[in-house]
């Protein structure tokens, strides 16, 4: 029952963010419903006076009545219109941050998903511009049902068929509301990956980096044409609605008033041509304006209760998450017949890779581009979902452990690192939950990964806001970004490191000192490294030669320079 849970929704919101708001609205609207039923009584009294009245004073009575009550509806609607309008705000408010909690915690194999890309901008553009805009119609819809009863009940007590007619008559707007919020849906399901990849793009347009190379490209315009063309699609598709719905809304509207008119030729029947035929004739008139009231707000609330569901599935996409945290130690890792292939493509990206590491090893995998490095380190992290076999820290597979609980074991850089335009404190926080981190942690942290000098350079050392697109915000340079990203890591400490070319923008000086750090720390921690610089790898306790997804070989690097195969062959020129 769509309509019953988004005003149930709607009105549960209002309630918690402002409950004297929502109980003052409720007041005035029920005291507004009212008004028809109480119009028709006094008019019948009015021509009732009429009829024998000699002067003024003989019908003064219920036309002052009629005067106050039309003199009381316009600015009790214009006080209770404003009023909701903070409500619809709350609510929109709620709606958001409901919504950022539960992008929160959703693991990048949900985001990687399009089906679920496509759900989430749906539920967002709903959060965003609909579902909140509801309220005011709902509370509309129950103050207009009431007036419908009343009139229903007064004009029930001059001609039953007439008063059945007026209820009868609303039939045609529920069936063609439901229509519409059809219409509607089918209409989103396509709409909402075209949603996703124009705001995609858009971000392109608008965020530093890519804009600025796509700029030195001369390619904005192609990208802003990539917009405009999306958008395009997206209206071309909505258009395709409105025919359909005009046609139920004027199939609607005609049924309706061929109801009314049904219901007043009854009523006049019914009380015999006489004078109270005004009061009635009034009666269905003020039922016209109810029922049409009624039927748009209805219109309005069920077509709104399919944004709503959209809302309804992305917050049904949230994961149970627990608070972050780090584990303390880790012994051993160890990876069984790991192999994935990816959806769309043939071969396996991984082909059963099997590794142990222990505490304080460091082991690196190399390989040409496209050889499954990376997937075989997501599908470690658990950032990707392999298809077979098994990972698993001190004997613990990722299934004896919330996701929560299991990367809270890795410290992770990835080759496409975040480049968070925080402050320098803010953007290395980032990597732990700890709230009592000392200055001195920051310091050793970037320290650790050569960026202290730059930090103290900045004016505002570590509240040095990073991105010159912010006030008194400095840009930095990829490397220095790197290096930041690589302070978070060293900050946050866990027990498994996984660095994904970590130095691939930094310059060589600083690249052997930052190996130098890793290899004079490794004895506390589990660390593989994807490298693709010879000399890094000289000190590593095991290199994996991974080639088309399977582990080729595996040892040190002498032995394996000297076994002269596929590593030989990738780093004989470098190591030469
Ligand atoms: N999301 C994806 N969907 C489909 N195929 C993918 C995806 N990611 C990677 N691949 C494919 O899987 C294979 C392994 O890619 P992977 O990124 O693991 O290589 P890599 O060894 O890390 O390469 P590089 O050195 O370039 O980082 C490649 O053939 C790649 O095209």
Redesign the pocket.
């Known amino acids: 029952m769509g309509i019953f849970a988004v005003g149930v929704w709607s009105i549960r919101q209002a309630w918690a963010a402002a409950p004297r708001r929502v109980a003052i609205t409720v007041v005035l609207a029920l005291l507004v419903a009212a008004v028809p039923s109480l119009q028709v009584v006094l008019m019948a009294q009015f021509v009732g006076a009429l009829t024998g009245a000699d002067s003024f004073g003989d019908v003064a009575a219920p036309f002052a009545g009629m005067v106050a009550l039309i003199a009381f509806t316009g600015p009790v609607e214009a006080i209770v219109g404003t009023l909701q309008w903070r409500l619809v705000d709350l609510i929109g408010l709620h709606a958001k941050q409901e919504v950022a909690a539960t992008l929160a915690t959703l693991p990048p194999t949900v985001l990687?998903d399009p089906e679920a890309s496509a759900q989430i901008e749906a539920g967002n553009k709903a959060a965003e511009d609909e579902i909140s805009f509801l309220y005011p119609h709902i509370l509309s819809l129950l103050q207009q049902t009431l007036s419908v009863i009343g009139v229903f009940v007064t004009l029930a007590a001059m001609s039953l068929p007439a008063a059945l007619l007026v209820l009868v008559s609303l039939a045609p707007m529920v069936l063609a509301s439901q229509r519409i919020a059809r219409i509607d849906s089918k209409m989103w399901d396509d709409v909402g990956k075209l949603y996703w990849r124009s705001r995609y793009l858009h971000q392109h347009l608008v965020t530093t980096t890519p804009s600025i190379e796509l700029t030195s490209l001369g390619a904005s315009g192609q990208i802003s044409a990539k917009v405009a063309d999306t958008i395009q699609r997206i209206t071309d598709r909505k258009a395709q609605t409105y025919l359909p719905i005009l046609a139920w809304r004027l199939l609607a509207g005609v049924s309706t008033s061929l109801l009314l008119g049904a219901a007043l030729a009854a009523l006049i029947v019914g009380v015999h041509y006489g004078p109270a035929a005004a009061g009635g004739v009034y009666g269905v008139m003020a039922a016209m304006g109810a029922v049409g009231g009624l039927g748009a707000n209805l219109g309005y609330v069920v077509e709104g209760s399919a944004p709503f569901e959209r809302y309804q599935i992305l917050l049904g996409l949230r994961r149970e998450t627990r608070e972050p945290v780090v584990a303390d130690t880790a012994d051993s890792l160890v990876v069984t017949g790991l192999t994935h292939t990816?959806?769309?493509?043939e071969e396996p990206?991984l082909r059963g890779l099997d590794l142990r590491i222990d505490r304080g090893s460091i082991v690196a995998f190399v390989?040409?581009?496209?050889?499954?490095?990376?997937?075989?380190i997501n599908a470690i992290v658990g950032t990707l979902d392999a298809q077979e076999g098994t990972v698993a820290i001190d004997g613990r597979s990722r299934a004896d452990m919330s996701f929560q609980e299991w990367v809270g074991h890795f410290g992770t850089l990835t080759?496409e690192f975040g480049r968070y335009e925080l402050t320098v404190r803010e953007s290395l926080l980032l990597g732990t939950p700890r709230t009592d981190v000392t200055d001195a942690e920051l310091w050793a942290a970037l320290e650790a990964a050569n960026a202290a000098g730059m930090v103290r350079g900045f004016e505002k050392g570590l509240d040095q806001q990073l991105g010159s697109q912010w006030d008194g915000g400095v840009g930095l340079s990829g490397g220095q970004w790197q290096r930041i990203s690589l302070a978070r890591i060293h900050l946050r400490s866990a027990p498994i490191w996984i660095l994904d070319e970590p130095t691939s923008a930094i310059d060589a000086e600083a690249e052997q000192e930052i190996f130098r750090e890793l290899q004079r720390s490794k004895a506390g921690r589990i660390t593989i490294v994807?490298s693709h610089r010879a000399w890094t790898l000289r000190g590593m306790d095991e290199i994996l030669v991974?080639d088309a997804?399977r582990v080729l070989e595996r040892g040190r690097y002498d032995e394996l320079l000297a076994r002269g195969g596929r590593f030989a062959e990738i780093f004989a020129e470098q190591a030469a």
């Open positions: 990687a990816y959806e769309g493509k990206a390989g040409v581009n496209g050889a499954g490095k990376t997937t075989a080759q994807v991974v997804g």
